[in-house]
């Protein structure tokens, strides 16, 4: 394994962790008797394996259901000092209940101390206030940390990137959980402002929410070659020094197989890279024109700006997406959480809106008289049943 300094934590990072939200039994709280006994053994199986090959930092959160109370049987049996473990938990307007909530989570994790706590889900203006306000969230966690049960406090985010900036630029915090990867770049801005404050860089859920690379489409398996498109997206992160670890959110002891084949890539990344970037942004151009790739982004109304909020922006991302590289399974199943997603994938579908009725809004956009049929396009082409977050099925 490899590791990297995590920002001002100066812990040494490995350059993967093991997410934890996909091997636990339940997405509520159950008792430990109702967990399947092949449930659990599948689980501490994925946790010694991921210590075995080094991957030493284990993250979960309060909203994962059963997850940290099944780690609990397994992380005390490991040893301590060799062991980051991270939580998180969703910053509330009433600071004592994010204080339970972090009791209860220390309890089931059957542990005295956390290494990393973070304030889970500053996605907008509110959430960030419930965290830095007088005598909020963060000044809970702040005495967590004087009491010696958490050694670093730090964020996740889903939100837009000059939402993550603000967070950032309050200097509250040592590290940073957030998503980037190939298909979506757009928090580098927010990466940057980072790493000006030395924080550590967590990258969530790259494989799924980068395009659900476990189950790639043929294209992409094509243009990616000779990598598979999650070792090139493992590989195209890593490259960045900014970047000091991705989440590998493995279900089984297997899962952390694959992601592997990229460490030996590290030494000269750009070698294997250059050609498969090359390769990805010509069939962009090609299939898309060279105009729209460059500025479909650009001017385009925030959901909170459009009718009835149809999240402009992102449908015309996961209509790109479709068109250049077959990934019409992952954005299906990202357009149909619009309207489901709360904060954490806010807005709502094209059909929330008729797409002419968006013209106004989309008067400074320099595409604005193709966007409407677009996003018809888009709406024909993903439309199914509604999708949950995993949280909430």
Request: aromatic share 10%; proline share 6%.
């Amino acid at each position: 394994m490899l590791y990297r300094r995590f920002g001002r934590t100066e812990l040494q990072m490995p350059v993967f962790s093991c997410g934890g939200m996909r091997y636990q039994y339940k997405w509520q709280d159950v008792p430990q008797s109702e967990v399947p006994r092949d449930n659990q053994e599948n689980l501490e199986a994925t946790i010694r394996r991921a210590v075995e090959l080094g991957i030493n930092h284990i993250e979960t959160a309060r909203g994962y259901g059963s997850s940290e109370m099944q780690l609990g049987q397994i992380l005390p049996k490991l040893p301590r000092e060799k062991l980051i473990v991270q939580t998180k938990i969703i910053p509330t307007a009433d600071s004592q209940e994010f204080l339970r909530d972090f009791e209860k989570s220390l309890q089931y994790l059957d542990l005295d101390y956390v290494d990393l706590l973070g304030l889970h889900g500053i996605n907008n203006p509110e959430f960030l206030d419930y965290s830095i306000r007088p005598n909020g969230c963060l000044e809970v966690a702040k005495k967590l940390k004087e009491q010696g049960k958490v050694r670093s406090i730090g964020f996740s985010t889903h939100a837009s990137t000059d939402m993550i900036i603000q967070a950032i630029n309050t200097n509250e915090f040592d590290y940073v959980n957030l998503h980037w990867y190939y298909i979506n770049q757009a928090n580098w801005a927010a990466i940057e402002a980072a790493t000006q404050h030395d924080m550590g860089v967590f990258i969530i859920s790259p494989s799924d929410k980068g395009g659900k690379l476990y189950n790639p489409p043929q294209k992409l398996v094509n243009l990616c070659a000779p990598l598979s498109p999650m070792v090139f997206n493992d590989l195209f992160c890593l490259s960045h020094s900014q970047v000091h670890t991705i989440s590998l959110g493995a279900a089984k002891p297997q899962d952390f197989d694959e992601h592997l084949k990229t460490l030996e890539l590290l030494d000269n990344p750009s070698e294997v890279l250059l050609p498969i970037v090359t390769r990805l942004e010509q069939e962009a151009i090609a299939t898309l024109g060279e105009d729209w790739v460059n500025t479909w982004h650009v001017n385009l109304p925030t959901f909170s700006e459009t009718p009835n909020q149809v999240n402009v922006p992102v449908i015309l991302w996961l209509w790109n997406l479709a068109r250049a590289y077959d990934l019409v399974d992952y954005a299906k199943m990202r357009y149909n959480l619009l309207g489901n997603g709360s904060h954490w994938f806010p807005g709502n579908k094209v059909d929330k809106a008729n797409p002419l009725e968006l013209l106004p809004c989309l008067s400074r956009s320099p595409h604005a008289d193709k966007i409407p049929a677009r996003l018809a396009q888009a709406h024909q082409l993903f439309d199914s049943e509604a999708v949950q977050r995993l949280s909430k099925s």
